[in-house]
């Protein structure tokens, strides 16, 4: 569904407090109309560098289009809480990168899928990771402040080194290959499944008063164990999509 066909009113939507997220150098919001010419501007200069493993454009659509639907997704993600989608931003107003977090499940398992993708022209300089450590530490946070999932779904293309970096990087761990190609452009390709796990709280604590060496009650417990800074949860740091 295209977002120019939603009636939103002649107010441009400002993001309540709660939907930000801050990482040292950015602000992880949803993007607004004032983004307009600079979400296209990183459009235009980072198509090449995106096609072969995910373009942010359709075919047939120029880059206004990209931008109208990548409001409407952003503002209907939220309004049903269906996804959870965001644009990294840095406080002069550049945009670096982006993330998704979308085909959420809750349930007995709180599950979501998401991918990433960084601009053309501020690669290698560490903004995704950056984005996908704080997009993922607010994916596990207990609702309603996160999103309350257990675990988050990547599929990246075996070719792709640099996202596989990365998501080693943010704590995910190779799966396997996935069942299912996946359509890239005008090309299927059989990505491998990456998943990033939410640690978990176990009560291993002695009534007598513990025991060296010995999780405490409701202490959280990964193997090879890492702080996010600035959140303080501990997230899996051994690992094997842009």
Known sequence: MHRATVARGTAERAPAAGDDLRTPRLRLRAPVESDRDEFCRVLEISRDHLEQWMPLQNPAESSAQAFERAL?????????????????????????GGCAI???????????????????DATCRGFG?????????????????GLGLHKVVASIDPAN?????????????????????????????????????????????????????????????????????????????LATRS
């Open 102 to 120: 979308y085909a959420l499940q809750r349930g007995l398992v709180m599950e979501g899928c998401m991918h990433w993708w960084v601009s053309a």
């Open 161 to 237: 080194d640099a996202s596989i970096a990365l998501a080693i990087r943010a704590g995910f761990i190779r799966e396997g290959r996935g069942r299912h190609p996946v359509q890239v452009g005008d090309r299927w390709v059989r990505h491998d499944e990456y998943a990033y796990h939410a640690p978990i709280a176990l009560d291993q604590g002695d009534p007598a008063g513990g025991s060296a060496g010995s999780a405490g009650a409701g202490e959280l417990v990964s193997i090879g164990a890492a702080v996010i800074p600035g959140r303080g949860w501990i997230v899996p740091s």
């Open 72 to 96: 409407y997704l952003a503002d209907n993600g939220d309004a049903t809480r269906s996804a959870w989608r965001r644009i990294g931003v840095t406080p002069s107003g550049r945009i670096v």
């Open 129 to 145: 990771v950056e984005i996908v450590s704080a997009a993922l530490a607010h994916a596990i946070a207990d609702l309603p402040d």
